[in-house]
């Protein structure tokens, strides 16, 4: 069931009500009047013929209101990908009683909602934090087709409660930056903020901005569509994500260098020569050529190729850190018999990188499912997958998944309880499980009664999902599909084909839950609007890119303005 403002429904009182008293005064119009009354709050055309008193204010006044709802049009713009998103939803019709206008411009004429939240000024978020002077870990995932939020950024930057708030007015109020922002784009705090009526002060618009646009989303009770999920989507190496920055020692050094020391070509004098060593608690320690390692291994049967998944840690909901690929590895149990096994007391195995750190350890419970991997999607490894091999663990978290191995330290050091996933201050896991929609950008334009495919993956790092959820009514009812058995060592890649019935703002919203009784601990929110007619070509601003209508700083960061 869709609830909607119906089309200028309560109109009776206002139009209505003016025009009966004009016919107490004056009688002969009182029959025209009354249909011309009846054929307004319906919606219709009073007829050119027929005369009434106030009828050259009235036709005046909707001329006007016609003219503002036309200079107050949201704004579209097209995203460098193409797409063509509108964040502020379209007003068809007047949700208020006693307004007379066919629609009125609230969310743009009164809320100035295109001029509010971080996408007001910065086009593309994601190109926005790449292009910061102070680099940042990677975020965007091209391949996936994600789009950075507000909310991942909170998600990471929470270490001290308010530590965003204090971070993102420090870097748009600073002496820096403050002319740029309050001059440059009349920046405000309304900009980012949405005043509240009780009292308790200034809320993020980002969090709220639905509500306050509530009238104009039309909501769908128990939502319908087509789903759909399979475990078997993989990427080839090229796609497959790699948090560069922060991904060890190693990639440090070389990120350092620039970003195109990530997407070298390294020889094959460097494969030939990579050696492997396995020490510790071991009967036979050994160092190995790894070229060895592989042919003797293919020999023996051992190699494993097999879909697996990656996911980071601090993958938030809505994030890019994750993906899967087939992986071709040899299992780190076969290394460590080949050197006769562990010794008595050993309960962990750690990873040693080329540059002697040794910063990663894995339960000896695991390594049925560690692999020291050499290929992906069927390719040896590139310089940014860490080139000539990795080490793989199925059930860890990416930041075990330590590049350029040299070897492994089998040891007695205490492991320490491994929790996969991130924890905030109050205990809550707040990205498993991870509901995440992929593909659609806030705001974009989607076309009447033609159905369109959500799309996303759904992951819980080593618990079972169970279940995915849907609701077009802001949480308010929820459609449940059951995923019965899955891989935990694989991602669940979803679709869900819906068609919208008529014209109008949508939000979709998603969330899992696992076998362990877990729930996203929120849900992934976008807008998506339907119209009949897609928006003419002058009617679009390009957003983003070297093509942009918009101001540098729109694209990028406030500090990288020229």
Known sequence: MMKKVTKRGAMVTGIAAVLAASALIVPAFAADSASTADEIVRGGEPDGDVQYPGKE???????????????????????????????????????????????????????????KGCNSCHADLNEMI?????RHAVLPNKDLETYSDVEQCITCHRDNGDEFGRLIHGIHFNSRNTEKFSE??????????????????????ENVKYEALGDSITTVENVEGTFNFTQDKVQGMDDLYSYDFVHGYYDHMRYACSEAALNLELPQSMMDEWEITIEGNVPNPYTAKLVDLIKEAEEAGVVVTKPSKMVCELNPIGGGGIG??????????????????????????????????????????????????????????????????????????????????????????????????????EDAHVNRPN?????TPEGVIIETGKPYTFQGYVDAFDHKVKSIEFSMDHGETWTTYDLGDTDVNRWIWWTFEWTPPEHGAYCLSVRATTEEGEVSYREHEVMVNAKDELPAEDKVIKAGGPDSDLPLMFSTGLENEA
Request: glycine content about 10%; charged content about 20%; hydrophobic content about 30%.
């Open 130 to 134: 790449m292009g910061m002077e102070y």
């Open 324 to 425: 899967q690929t087939e992986i071709t590895g040899i299992p780190v149990s076969w290394l460590i018999e080949r050197a006769g096994g562990m010794t008595e007391g050993t309960n962990s195995v750690r990873c040693v990188r080329a540059d002697g750190s040794s910063k990663s350890g894995i339960d000896v419970a695991k390594l049925e499912d560690n692999y020291l991997v050499y290929k992906m999607g069927g390719e040896y490894l590139d310089a940014r997958r860490g080139f000539p091999c990795t080490n793989w663990v199925e059930g860890y978290d990416a930041q075990i998944f330590s590049k350029q191995l040299s070897g492994y330290m089998v040891s007695s050091d205490v492991m320490d309880e491994r929790v996969c996933g991130q924890v905030n201050q």
């Open 435 to 439: 509901a995440t929609i992929c593909g």
């Open 184 to 205: 440059g784009l009349n920046g405000t705090c309304d900009s980012c903020h949405s005043a509240t009526g009780n009292g308790e002060g200034l809320q993020l618009w």
């Open 57 to 115: 204010y009235i036709v005046e006044n909707y001329e006007k209101w016609d003219q503002i709802a036309e200079d107050y049009a949201p704004e579209v713009r097209q995203l460098p990908n193409g797409k063509l998103v509108q964040r502020t939803p379209s007003e068809y019709e007047c949700p208020h009683w006693m307004q007379q206008s066919w629609t009125i411009s609230y969310n743009t004429y009164y809320l100035d909602a295109d001029k």
